[in-house]
């Protein structure tokens, strides 16, 4: 679970200057008397988004990991930047600019969370097959966690431990795990947690009593650990070289292309899990793994081509599939690759073309 940060910020936010001194490390200071500010409260919205510009990329993760949906993060983010925008009268600097908009965007998740429900992965949702089932339809009626942009996340921050806490704030693993917990747990956990948030500073952004903050962070605890790795993929990632990172994600994408079965095995762990969203079917082990690879992406398919590209702060694959009519590679899939030493243990495959656009990946290749 990412650990607690940002005590320095609570500090800060007592006095007139107020610094975000953010737990991703973002040093921004914004000034009970700053022009913009004072511009913003006038209705100048040039100074309102040159106010917010610093932290949108934070606060669309964090609409990410309260949603499980880059869609749904685009559509709260926007929502909440106008509610801020509509509301910004009502900031009369006793907290951080940073903070309050925090408040909002997690008001705002809230609401759409409260009429969307929590988003899945086929683990969630059944026992795992034992060979492949060729044709499966997709579970339309399901809500499925999507994958997560992170290229550029990182960017605005001032050093590596940073960077390593924002990744790991939004791996796949503990984001799925966040939609088992109802919407005021996941975001009493997120604010604690993640962004360092006092207690009191929840219950004010929730409005709930401290109390209640706290017994919700407990049952979130017990519920995420359960759903978690012991070690997170960032933990894991910095043990990898560099080079062999490569060198594994190169392999999946070759063995795929090449539909070469034993160089695929060769990468897995023997627990392995494969799932594709919105197909409801997964595979764990490396028999009903091997057994899908060999009868669906490697031979029944087609023909192949991949990007490198980084999902959930972990390396992924985008995968383009031969299409004949189109005479081209259209976009089939992102694969968000889970690794365990130097072996992958779980690959999901997240099937669609409307997630090829967030990543800035083209949508078709020759």
């Known amino acids: 679970m990412p650990g607690r940060r940002a005590d320095s910020r609570r500090a800060a936010e007592s006095t007139p200057v107020r610094e975000t001194s953010s737990p991703t490390g973002d040093t921004a200071v914004w000034r009970a008397d700053d022009p913009d500010l004072a511009r ?7 100074a309102f988004t040159r106010l917010v510009e610093p932290l949108r990329r934070e606060l669309h993760a964090h609409c990410y990991c309260m949603l499980g949906s880059t ?3 685009d559509d709260a983010l926007q929502e909440a930047l106008l509610r801020a925008w509509r509301g910004l009268a009502r900031f009369e600097g006793r907290s951080s600019l940073r903070s309050w908009l925090y408040t909002v965007a997690t008001r705002t998740c ?6 969307r429900g929590k988003r899945a992965l086929p683990v969630d949702l059944g ?19 999507g994958p997560y942009p992170d290229a550029g996340l990182t960017d605005h921050l001032p050093g590596p431990d940073a960077r390593y806490e924002q990744r790991e704030a939004v791996e796949l693993a503990f984001v799925a795990a966040l939609q088992h917990l109802p919407g005021n747990q996941r975001a009493a956990l997120l604010l604690f947690e993640v962004l360092g948030f006092s207690a009191a500073e929840i219950a004010t952004t929730m409005d709930t009593t401290i109390a209640s903050v706290n017994s919700a962070l407990q049952r979130a605890r017990r519920i995420v650990a359960e759903k978690i790795p012991s070690r997170t993929q960032q933990q894991t990632l910095r043990e990898i070289d560099d080079a062999r990172l490569r060198e594994i994600v190169a392999g999946y994408s070759a063995a795929l292309e090449s539909g070469d079965a034993d160089a695929l095995v060769a990468l897995l762990t023997e627990d ?3 799932s594709m969203p919105p197909l409801a079917g997964w595979y764990h082990g490396l028999e009903a793994v091997t057994d899908f690879a060999v009868q669906v992406p490697l031979a029944g398919c087609g023909n192949w081509r991949n990007l490198p590209t980084s999902a959930n702060g972990q390396p992924a694959v985008a995968s383009y599939l031969w299409n004949e009519d189109a005479g081209a590679h259209l976009g089939w899939s992102i694969n968000v690759l889970t690794l365990r030493g130097e072996r992958i243990a779980d690959i999901t495959s997240f099937i669609g073309p409307g997630d090829f656009r967030p990543f800035g990946l083209p949508a078709s290749l020759p």
Not at 40 to 46: K, L, Y
Not at 130 to 138: E, H, K, Q, S, T
């Open 71 to 73: 869609h749904d993060a």
């Open 110 to 115: 809230l609401d759409i969370v409260a009429t």
């Open 127 to 145: 026992p795992s097959s034992d060979r492949a089932v060729v044709g499966d339809a997709p579970a339309a009626e399901v809500a499925w966690l």
């Open 272 to 274: 392995v899990t494969w």
């Open 40 to 46: 913003a409260r006038d209705g100048d919205d040039a």
